[in-house]
């Protein structure tokens, strides 16, 4: 119970909708628990956002963000970032670990280290997915593990040699040099 205290600031399930102080702050909760320091860093994070998808064409309507500021018990402060595709997440996802690296680049100019208080950046897809493929069954995963150039009976004798060569080491006696002797037991 020590621990959900700690969690939920030691507080009871009821006082959290009292509108008592949390380590959390949303985005759209930031007039009353704006700190001076995460202020203008929210606003730089919106701003690069707006540049990044205008750098890459992608229709301001299209995306938005999340901020979450996050507050620790020794007055460090820092945020989370979630990226809220709205449409055309067909074809943006292609393009995501691009949109990103081209963001935390952005980012950068303007701040020294962004990753010290950027604490995490994640992706929401509420669009309609309309163009997005099917997840494959489970089977069709398996031929994907093998590598291109491999056949499997040459996999498999690797995979016997690697055991061999385990075995062999295990079978070999370890070196007792070095541990203490024996006490000879007590006689009554």
């Not at 031929?143 to 996999?155: G, H, K, V, Y």
Request: aromatic share 8%; charged share 25%; proline share 9%.
């Amino acid at each position: 119970m020590g621990l959900l205290k700690r969690l939920l600031g030691g507080r009871s399930a009821g006082s959290r909708f009292t509108g008592e102080s949390s380590p959390f702050h949303d985005s759209e909760d930031t007039t009353q628990h704006a700190t001076p320091e995460n202020a203008p860093r929210r606003e730089l994070v919106q701003v690069v956002l707006r540049d990044t998808m205008r750098k890459h064409g992608i229709p301001s309507d299209w995306m938005d963000c999340r901020i979450l500021s996050v507050s620790a018990p020794k007055g460090q402060t820092g945020m989370h970032v979630q990226f809220i595709v709205r449409q055309g997440d067909d074809r943006l996802m292609p393009f995501v670990h691009a949109f990103q690296d081209t963001f935390w680049q952005e980012l950068e100019k303007f701040e020294t280290n962004p990753r010290n208080w950027l604490l995490s950046v994640a992706w929401q897809f509420d669009g309609l997915g309309t163009g997005v493929p099917a997840l494959a069954a489970a089977e069709g995963w398996d031929d994907d593990t093998l590598p291109p150039d491999q056949d499997p009976a040459e996999l498999a004798s690797d995979l016997q040699a690697l055991y061999a060569i385990r075995d062999a080491a295990l079978s070999e006696p370890m070196p007792v040099s070095g541990l203490p002797q024996a006490k000879p037991p007590r006689s009554s």
